[in-house]
T-cell receptor
Framework: AQKITQTQPGMFVQEKEAVTLDCTYD???????LFWYKQPSSGEMIFLIY??????QNATEGRYSLNFQKARKSANLVISASQLGDSAMYFC????????????FGTGTSLTVIP | KAGVTQTPRYLIKTRGQQVTLSCSPI?????VSWYQQTPGQGLQFLFE???????NKGNFPGRFSGRQFSNSRSEMNVSTLELGDSALYLC????????????FGPGTRLLVL
């Protein structure tokens, strides 16, 4: 089974609108971390936001927030007030406590912001 | 702090050759991980080093190897290159537990002809 599933290969959003990128995960480990990364066309992976499995509140970092629904095993990324520079690939990733520092990545979602 | 650096940024090799890629982590980070990214397979974990020891290994053939030095710098080596090894190779260094966020370098684009 896939550890991380991103079901949206591509998404479009109007500039200044909010957009939600979906991510579901699969683990039986009670301790895990969830991450979102942005990859522009230049190739570098940029860390956006982190959510720990024991965190009670949803993580927020500026315009990024993570909608963490533990029972549903989902960790959706919400980008508010989209900007043209947000156009990129977005990857959801998970680290399980039992497997050390090995990250599992989803297949990514390509986001295009339309002016 | 300076970010993760990778050298070289671009590389062209021919089949059968070998290649060594280098990664310098963020100062203070002791864990370095390597990934291969291709359009068809996505991001695949190669291996992780922590304090000069391989701590995790992905499902890649033995042609792919790595090491870490005492200053946490890491190298990965690919021997007997195949056309399918053409990819973006990403290195990431991690903060300490519990979060262990991985911060990535710009990558090395390898083209095997």
């Amino acid at each position: 089974a896939q550890k991380i599933t991103q079901t949206q290969p591509g998404m479009f959003v109007q500039e200044k609108e909010a957009v939600t990128l979906d991510c579901t995960y699969d683990t039986s480990d009670p301790s895990y971390g969830l991450f979102w990364y942005k990859q522009p066309s230049s190739g570098e992976m940029i860390f956006l936001i982190y959510q720990g499995s024991y965190d009670q509140q949803n993580a927020t970092e500026g315009r990024y927030s993570l909608n963490f629904q533990k029972a549903r095993k989902s960790a959706n990324l919400v980008i508010s007030a989209s900007q043209l520079g947000d156009s990129a690939m977005y990857f959801c990733a998970m680290r399980e406590g039992s497997t050390g520092n090995q990250f599992y990545f989803g297949t990514g979602t390509s986001l295009t912001v339309i002016p | 702090k300076a970010g993760v650096t990778q050298t070289p940024r671009y590389l062209i090799k021919t089949r059968g050759q070998q290649v060594t890629l280098s990664c310098s982590p963020i100062s203070g980070h002791r864990s370095v991980s390597w990934y291969q990214q291709t359009p068809g397979q996505g991001l695949q974990f190669l291996f992780e080093y922590f304090s000069e020891t391989q701590r995790n290994k992905g499902n890649f053939p033995g042609r792919f190897s790595g090491r870490q030095f005492s200053n946490s710098r890491s190298e990965m080596n690919v021997s007997t290159l195949e056309l399918g090894d053409s990819a973006l190779y990403l290195c990431a260094s991690s903060t300490d537990p519990p979060q262990e966020t991985q911060y990535f370098g710009p990558g090395t684009r390898l083209l095997v002809l």
